[in-house]
């Protein structure tokens, strides 16, 4: 069962990136596609990187887990799903916390 009421340093270094991680996809991967909203805000927030920024982005030790997670959450955001329940996503996250809770 999933007890930690707290996040982790490295589960917030990943909030903190969510968006400059969408915005380095931007530049790595131009013409990627994104949901409706994800295009409206990217330019909100600064559009794509610029090769300096994206650089520097990549040499942060938590870039690679955070463009995962991006690429995760882009690729949940699908017009219609039926992902079900919170709870029958409990068994999941049980086991995504006991594998990483040692490294988190």
Known sequence: MLRRSHPSDKELQLVQLHVPAKRYLATAEPGRPLSRQSELT????????????AAAFAQDPHAEAAVTLRQADDAGKV???DA????DWRPVLERVAATHQSGA
Request: proline content about 5%.
């Open 42 to 53: 990217l330019g909100l927030q600064g559009g794509a990187m610029t090769p300096g920024e």
């Open 84 to 87: 079900g329940e919170m709870e």
């Open 79 to 81: 017009v219609g799903l």
